[in-house]
């Protein structure tokens, strides 16, 4: 059987695949691709288990075969290639020769029931689909994929939350010391519930979202990713999210305005002055400006620095983890001023844009750490 396709489509095709082909596995048959060619169309399969990709390709073909070959060798050899027409063929020796104008490489094949079973999501009563602005996606995941957790004892925080509801489509992360809660009003549906999505998930999507319309299914054990020529398919994370309004905090009465990007930059300095157990930064906060300090002991090295504020409450020292406040204020620098919202050094600090952008709503909460006495 033999089929022919361009090298550089084909290059482009697999570059979308191979994030799901595992580096590292106990279970050798995941390394590999499923190619199967059918009715003049190349799809090309891989999975983790946890997730599974799959593209298509028109290609030149009369007649239908599936095949499994090792992933990265095949995705090098094809990348490798000039722009040119490759020419398939499969031997019934378990061999897949590979012709180009001035080369011929051959792979090893094995049968495609040895493959694991990608799973399908067939329209149906218990399908909830949504259409999405690949741009919308990728801004929510932007602005919160950071504070999913990475403690597998908590699975259901190792993910986004999709919430549908009245207002538009949330997404929440957090990892018990940061919360990210990110409104985008305009992708309205009819009903309301919650999906996780798991964090492996979210990562490879944001890697292939561009500004185009893409499909989304959810189901009760999956979601399906439809954009272009691609669908990305993974199994929803079955913990119910925890209830995260309820530790967003009410009574936060102080309110601190700061631009973003000098608060930002003088964060990243005292970073340099943490130590590495604590990575404590004080805020100390007037009126008018706001004394950052950081203090490394062992070392005897110490940092200080003034930010001009505007702030309205009682003067406060509150600490923060500085790997934590570096990560909410890195990922709100595209906003001229954010306000912190304080209650008192022990209790949650939320910090919100001073201006919102359109069509979004982003709230983000920290934790504050002690300072010693």
Do not use: W
């Not at 060798?73 to 094809?78: G, P």
């Amino acid at each position: 059987m033999e089929f022919k396709a361009n090298s550089k489509e084909l290059e482009k095709l697999l570059a979308k695949i191979i994030p799901a082909v595992p580096t590292r596995t106990p279970m050798q048959i995941l390394e590999n691709l499923l190619l199967e060619v059918e009715n003049g169309v190349l799809t090309v399969y891989a999975t983790d288990l946890e997730i599974s990709l799959k593209s298509f390709l028109n290609i030149a073909s009369d007649e239908n075969v599936k095949i499994v070959i090792p992933a990265r060798l095949f995705y090098d050899i094809i990348k490798s290639l000039k722009d040119t027409t490759v020419h398939f063929k499969i031997n019934s020796n378990k061999r897949l020769e590979i012709t180009t104008e001035k080369g011929k490489y051959t792979l090893s094949y094995i049968d495609a029931d040895e493959f694991p079973e990608i799973p399908t999501i067939n329209t149906s009563n218990d399908v909830y689909e949504i259409s999405i602005d690949g741009h919308d996606l990728k801004s929510a995941f932007d602005k919160t994929a950071f504070a999913m957790s990475k403690e597998e004892i908590r699975p259901a925080m190792m993910g986004t939350l999709f919430e549908f509801c009245d207002e538009g489509l949330r997404f929440v992360t957090t990892d018990g010391h940061r919360l990210v809660n990110y409104l985008k009003k305009n992708i309205k549906a009819d009903i309301n519930k919650q999906y996780v999505v798991p964090e492996r998930a979210v990562s490879v999507l944001s890697k292939v979202l561009d500004e185009k319309e893409l499909k989304v299914y959810f189901t009760n054990s999956y979601v399906s990713f439809k954009l272009n020529d691609m669908e990305l398919i993974t199994r929803l994370i079955a913990q119910k999210y925890p209830e995260y309004k309820s530790v967003i905090p009410l009574e936060n009465e102080y309110a601190l305005r700061v631009k973003t990007n000098e608060l930002l930059e003088s964060i990243k300095r005292m970073m340099l002055f943490t130590t590495s157990t604590t990575r404590r930064v004080k805020f100390s906060i007037d009126s008018e400006r706001i004394i950052i300090s950081a203090e490394d002991i062992d070392i005897g090295a110490a940092g200080e620095e003034e930010v001009k504020c505007e702030y309205q409450g009682e003067k406060m020292d509150i600490g923060f983890n500085s790997t934590y406040i570096n990560d909410i204020l890195s990922h709100l620098s595209d906003y001229d001023e954010i306000i912190f919202k304080l209650h008192s050094p022990t209790k949650a600090v939320i910090i919100e844009p001073v201006e919102q952008k359109e069509n979004t709503d982003l709230m983000m909460l920290l934790m504050p750490v002690r300072l010693n006495t």
